[in-house]
């Protein structure tokens, strides 16, 4: 019979290889960290097929034996509000795409229970990790079960309405029509912030924004489905709304504060847009001298 170790070692191979990351720690970050420990107990909901969109295909595992919950699967956290564990391949492309450094400090937005806050929290160790979750319950959770990573802090609390700590890294899991002004200026000068964009109803797609001296690079790079951000999900009724063509040719994100909305805004929302333009062929700001307004 396979042991629980064996079969985690072979999907910390799976979703590493699914991360396409040269980075070695991924897949060892994925085998050092039990996936069980941050589920509650067993048998399991898991949540397969078109469950999320139709409510069918939940499945309960026949046993509380974890080997069951070592593959490519959603586990549910709280069915009633449609909270899950998360889909592990999306997670490790967004980590290996993130490329966490030792020594950097990650905010986590959205960490439900803590399991990927604690893959971070090994891969950027001994940098810091701030973890955001807005329901009681979850962060309480979190909490606990993070008890052993001296690196991170919990915090039971709205990421939308908070001060974030200055970030090399901000993990978003949770859909926003827009990331708050506030995500943004918390970036360090070269840091990144994965986001699962969701300007419309019908539009999903995981965004990355890399800081530069020049401003805020974006790279959409693949369609992704996350609940909504409270707090952050209603767009304004005087917002652009981008059709989905539109939505994925973004190349830069401003603040307003920064810069008014031109001719290449494909998206507005209240304080943020999102242009057309990439940073290298935009002229220099005469706002900021063509420098990022902090």
């Known amino acids: 019979m396979t042991s629980v170790e064996d079969a985690r070692k072979f999907y910390a191979q799976l979703m590493a290889a699914n991360a396409g990351s040269a980075d070695p720690r991924l897949e060892e970050a994925f085998s050092a960290v039990p996936r069980e420990a ?13 469950a999320l ?16 919950i ?10 009633d509000k449609g909270i899950n564990n998360g889909e592990p391949s999306l997670h490790a492309m967004w980590i290996g795409k993130i490329a966490a450094r030792a020594g950097e400090a990650v905010t ?14 090994r891969l950027v160790s001994p940098g810091l990790v701030t973890a955001f979750e807005l329901e009681a319950d979850l962060a309480a959770r979190a909490a606990k079960n993070l008890a052993a990573y001296d690196n991170v802090t919990v ?14 890294i901000i993990y978003v899991n949770a859909g926003v029509v827009a990331p708050a002004a506030a995500w943004l200026r918390a970036l360090k000068l070269g840091g990144r912030m994965i986001f699962p964009w969701r300007p419309a109803e019908r539009i999903g797609l995981a965004v990355m ?25 209603v767009a304004g009724p005087a917002a ?3 059709d ?10 401003w603040l307003t504060a920064d810069r008014v909305p031109d001719r290449t805004a494909i998206a507005v929302f209240d304080n943020v847009w999102f242009s057309s333009q990439s940073l290298d062929t935009r002229p220099p700001n005469p706002r900021t001298n063509g420098k990022t307004a902090l």
């Open 38 to 50: 941050f589920l509650g107990p067993g048998p399991w909901t898991v949540v397969a097929g078109r």
């Open 53 to 68: 969109i139709t409510g069918n295909g939940k499945i309960t595992t026949p046993s509380a034996d974890p080997i069951h």
């Open 70 to 79: 070592y593959q490519d699967v959603l586990v549910a956290l709280d069915a």
């Open 108 to 121: 986590h937005i959205g960490a439900g229970t803590g399991y990927y806050t604690a893959l971070l929290a």
């Open 155 to 168: 915090v039971h609390g709205d990421a939308v309405a908070s001060d974030l700590p200055p970030s090399d």
């Open 209 to 233: 924004v890399t800081r530069t001296r020049q401003g805020f690079a974006c790279d959409p790079f693949m369609r992704s489905w996350f609940i909504p951000c409270v707090g952050a999900s």
């Open 240 to 242: 652009k709304i981008p």
């Open 244 to 253: 989905r063509q539109n939505a994925a040719g973004s190349r830069s994100i």
